[in-house]
């Protein structure tokens, strides 16, 4: 039986932070401690948190750093990317996502996605492959692996290294496999509305030994021993309160997902028979993590007015993303790009609304949602 759908009094946001009594004491004991940071970048606590969540996604080396940004820049960087190199990244993420490419002198190279998941079009990468693309990007969007085989049979035959942006994946599975573990390296974000948060943070997680050795490095300004600056780097150090909260946030990953499970099956039992909007899929090899529950709302119905009005019930269903990066004033400055040429993308930009999943969500507040969504599209 479903509870009553009531008004809620505050606004329900799309996600939000789950922080209690167990971080507020750990980042008091810090404090107290004067131990903020430490130089190497591999504090008691980052270390603690970094082999919880080494443990957790079943990867031989993560590496904190204090955002998700610095996480791509990092692994960019660590894998060598430079000017004149050309990396393979979908349209629709995070402006972050390019931009490293960017920063690092190379070229953003862009592919289409599929509305499946929203993530990069297998069948669409070969044909942006040149001599000088070095790594595909994929990025799991709102939590949704990317399929991954047919990039890693493209990066074997071509010699390229795959980077997965998991900034939204925390938990998700490809085949079994945590995303984040299939390529070369993985980034996260432990930005407030991610699945887990630090604040501000990042994590990188790799099987190379070698390049996690790198990544270390680039972290500290590429120091090896002090005053040793063996690499270029920069201060991508995570300080220890940050990490001292990723360690509780790890204890609660697991009650996390679940919940963000439970509320994603009631959505889609409570809206598999509204008419003019599509729900999302997990594929058949996908364990998704529900960062994100995106519809697309179906012309002529406006998606735009469905958001208004579950604004108007409090309700913060969310856009991701508006504007696709091609179409970002700063890449049609860059490379001339126009309308069209990203035709999948441009679809979604226009359909896409995320309806909140996240775990603090109640009962009443889920049953809202769902009595709203099918008022607004009555
Ligand atoms: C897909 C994606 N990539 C990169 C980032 C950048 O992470 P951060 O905000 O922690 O720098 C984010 C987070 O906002 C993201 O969602």
Redesign the pocket.
């Known amino acids: 039986m479903s509870p009553p759908a009531k008004p809620p009094s505050k606004f329900i946001p799309s996600n939000r932070p789950v922080l209690g009594p167990e971080e507020i004491a750990i980042v008091t004991k810090i404090l107290e401690s004067g131990m903020l940071t430490h130089k190497s970048g591999a504090g008691t606590y980052v270390r603690q948190f970094e082999e919880s969540f080494s443990e957790f996604v079943g990867a031989k080396h993560a590496i904190a750093v204090n955002?998700?940004?610095?996480?791509?820049h990092a692994a960019l960087l660590a894998l060598d990317i430079k000017p004149g190199d050309e990396v393979i990244a979908p349209p629709f993420?995070?402006?972050?996502?390019t931009n490293m490419v960017l920063l690092c002198g190379a070229k953003p190279v862009f592919v289409d996605i599929n509305l499946e998941n929203y993530n990069l079009d297998p069948d669409k990468v070969e044909a942006a492959i040149t001599p000088k693309t070095k790594a595909i990007l994929p990025?799991?969007?709102y939590g949704h692996p990317t399929d991954m085989d047919p990039l890693l049979e493209l990066s074997h035959e071509h010699n390229l290294r795959i980077i997965e942006?998991a900034?939204?994946a925390h938990g998700a599975l490809y085949r079994g496999r945590q995303v984040g573990t299939i390529g070369d390296v993985g980034?996260f974000?432990?930005?407030p509305?991610?699945v887990i948060t630090t604040g501000?943070?990042?994590l990188l997680t790799t099987n190379n030994d070698e390049v996690a050795e790198r990544l270390r490095r680039i972290r500290t300004h590429g120091e090896i021993r002090p005053y040793e600056y063996v690499m270029m780097g920069h201060n991508y150090r995570m300080p220890e309160i940050e990490a001292a909260i990723g360690v509780e946030q790890m204890k609660r990953l697991p009650k996390f997902l679940e919940a963000r499970r439970r509320n994603a099956h009631y959505l889609t039992k409570h809206l598999s028979d509204v008419e003019g909007i599509v729900l999302p899929q997990e594929a058949e090899w996908a364990t998704h993590n529900w960062y994100l529950y995106t519809i697309r709302v179906l012309p002529p119905r406006s998606r735009d007015a469905v958001q208004k009005a579950l604004h108007q019930a409090k309700i913060g269903a969310a856009v991701?993303y508006e504007v696709p990066l091609h179409l970002t004033p700063i890449y049609r400055e860059l490379f001339g790009y126009t309308e069209g040429l990203m035709p999948v993308t441009e679809q979604a930009v226009r359909e896409v609304l995320s309806l909140p999943t996240h775990p603090a969500l109640t009962e009443v507040e889920i049953a809202w949602i769902v009595e709203q969504v099918r008022q607004a599209l009555a």
């Open positions: 955002s998700g940004t610095a996480a791509l993420s995070f402006i972050a996502t990025v799991h969007l942006d900034c939204q980034c974000s432990l930005y509305s991610k501000e943070g990042g991701y």
